[in-house]
């Protein structure tokens, strides 16, 4: 079994930033590669970025792109999301997630094993 909490979210203004942690604790976190997810009220659930179990690849989607940045530190168990430039279309829940079938990252959220309990994130315009 795998815990996964966040934290780091708050309420920022359009252009300003965040950082989002996750700390992983359970089985090995560098074993398996982790993702950060998204949802939005009346949405459905998007991803957002994620990382290999090295660090070594990293994998954003198109909207987040050139603006967040996802990072993670082995020997803390902890993976991060460095967001900036933050739009009011950012505002949501943000949930880390656990693959542990894989070492490669994943879009897909029906891959991941292991999900956080979520951190709002609110950008007010």
């Known amino acids: 079994q795998v815990q996964l909490v966040e934290s780091g979210g708050g309420l920022v203004q359009a252009g300003g930033s965040l950082r989002l942690s996750c700390a992983a604790s359970?089985?090995?976190?560098?074993?398996?590669?982790m993702g950060w997810f998204r949802q939005a009220p009346g949405k459905e659930r998007e991803f957002v970025a994620a990382?290999?179990?090295?660090?070594?690849?990293?994998y954003y989607a198109d909207s987040v792109k050139g603006r967040f940045t996802i990072s993670r530190d082995n020997a803390k168990n902890t993976v991060y999301l460095q967001m900036n430039s933050l739009k009011p279309e950012d505002t949501a829940v943000y949930y880390c997630?656990?693959?542990?079938?894989?070492?490669?990252?994943?879009?897909?959220?029906?891959?991941?094993?292991?999900w956080g309990q979520g951190t709002q994130v609110t950008v007010s315009s």
């Open positions: 990382i290999s179990w090295s660090g070594g690849s990293t």
């Open positions: 359970g089985r090995t976190f560098s074993s398996y590669a």
């Open positions: 997630a656990a693959d542990d079938g894989s070492t490669a990252t994943s879009p897909n959220g029906y891959e991941y094993d292991y």
